[in-house]
């Protein structure tokens, strides 16, 4: 079968000329002429097309030797191009050019005033805005505090409204968790461990940490991954830990268990999560140390006992609805109290996870803190029971609509990532971050200087919680506590606005107990078992 010449010359034409300026210029170099310059880079050219010729992986470039390789410079430089070049300060998923400058300036004490007015759509139907008050006051943030530990708690804490959400040791690295926890102890706000147990990275500079156990019980496990209490009680103790928190699942990835490749393990690493070298580190879907809500009301008892009475939640990405119901079930039975819950969003995220979990599996943040919300509400806990949101929280608007609809603090993972330096190359899970967060590189790392970095993450958590002081005073209030959802109003269509009270259904305290009183919640109540997951 002929091949007509224009397709040839499409195919080929560019590396045939390659070869011919290669020969060229090797007949000059030999006549003493200085074209080095150009023949080094065409030999190699040429090299590349050769092999591109005779290899089997690619067909792109076995048809269109040398010129195929366009199409991966393109893909490689892609997200930069766009983000740098092409993008608008609204545009960019999952954080704007907007809020990342935001961040960047907050962080480094930059001025971070806004000329000019709002780009935002305010007609569009994501807009949303806090209602001002003609009385509005000064609002001191060293305010901003929040006890944690119920009636149980020996040892309650006193949580910022804006703390370090879970990172664990493994996904980012060590500089990172020693920038991120000398911040922490610089403005006295908690840093959460992530699963990956506690580093030497995390102790080093003896910030509040927050210990987070997930199904993998890193750092406090046996050698067949299950629960050790005698490790747990020995690292539980410290005064560090101020806190400790059951992962049940997360918003990134809900209902799917983690995987750490044996080649990413070092020794530290294997050293911190308690695991072996040289095989992959498996945290399960579900942890194996209870497997009905009165199981983990007794778990959650027990590691308050060992910990010396500290107080003990847990985070969950809200899934099915009778689950949740179930646990306050539980509570309400046995009299065993989770001092806190933590609600992520299924838009939160710093690790890499399957593209169909992080898209579409999970309940958003907003739905899924109202329900918490109206979970303990109806079942006469919400006074025990301190509750928390975790997802995209990057302004101090982020934590006032939280606040407004339920949430007593704030946790935020990617926006500290951002005041450490970290650029959205989305190269999270390759190891190869070209801001030193998420790599065990030590090339990689040395950017990352701790002590400047640690003062920004302290920066950026200071000035967004005196951001939101400014809004909480504008609002007419003393504390982000007097927020309610009657304060938030969210766009419906272009015409029309209505407050969250309006849009959402907040229930009646004790109206889940009262069988009288109907409730949208009623159906996932007749749900929910206190001796299992399953439903009834």
Known sequence: MLIHPVTLLTRYGTFVAILIATAVTFV??????????????????????????????HTLMRNYPVIALVRWVS???????????????????????????LIYQRAKDDVDVHPFGTELDVYSDEYEWLSHSIAARHVDPNTFRVEVGGPQCDKPYSASLLNISAMSFGALGA????????????????????????????????????????????????????????????????????????????????????????????AEIAATRMVPTGQDCLSPPAHSAFSTPIEMMEFIATLREMSGGKPVGFK???????????????MNETGILADFIVI?????????????????????????????????????????????????????HYLAANMAVGADWCNAARAFMFSLGCVMSMRCHTGECPSGVTTHDPLRQRGLVVEDKARRVHNFQRETLHALAEVV??????????????????????????????????????????GRRKTPLGRYWQ???ADSFAPA
């Not at 991120?180 to 995390?202: Q, V, W």
């Not at 919300?373 to 101090?396: P, Q």
Request: hydrophobic letters at 40%; one cysteine or more.
């Open 28 to 57: 000059l170099l030999t006549k003493g002429w200085h074209v080095r310059w150009a023949f080094y880079p065409l030999l190699v050219l040429s090299v590349v097309g050769i092999w591109s010729l005779f290899q089997t992986r």
């Open 75 to 101: 893909e490689e430089l892609r997200p930069f191009l766009r983000q740098y070049i092409v993008e608008s300060n609204l545009e960019g998923r999952p954080y704007s050019r907007e809020h990342r400058s």
């Open 175 to 266: 500089n990172a968790i020693e920038a991120l926890n000398l911040g922490a102890k610089l403005g006295g706000f908690y840093h959460d461990t992530g699963e990956g147990s506690i580093s030497p990275y995390h102790r080093k500079n003896g910030g509040d940490l927050v210990w987070e156990l997930g199904s993998g019980y890193f750092g406090c496990r046996d050698k067949a991954g299950r629960f050790d209490p005698k490790r747990f009680a020995e690292q539980a103790v410290s005064d560090q830990v101020k806190m400790i928190e059951i992962k049940l699942s997360q918003g990134a990835k809900p209902g799917h268990g983690g995987l750490l490749p044996a080649e990413k393990i070092t």
């Open 316 to 330: 969950m990405c809200i899934g099915q609805p009778h689950e949740l119901l179930a646990i306050c079930k539980a």
């Open 344 to 396: 992520d969003g299924a838009e939160g995220g710093t690790g890499a996870a399957p593209v169909e979990f992080s898209d579409h599996i999970g309940t958003p943040l907003r739905e899924g803190l109202i329900f918490a919300r109206n979970a303990l509400v109806g079942t006469g806990l919400r006074d025990k029971v301190r509750l928390a949101a975790s997802g995209k929280v990057s302004t101090a």
């Open 473 to 514: 005073g504008a609002a007419g209030l003393d504390h982000p506590g007097q927020l309610t959802p009657a304060h938030i109003f969210r766009r419906i269509n272009a015409v029309e606005a209505k407050p969250l009270d309006d849009l959402y259904t907040f229930i009646e305290p004790g109206s889940l107990l009262d």
């Open 527 to 529: 749900e929910a078992r």
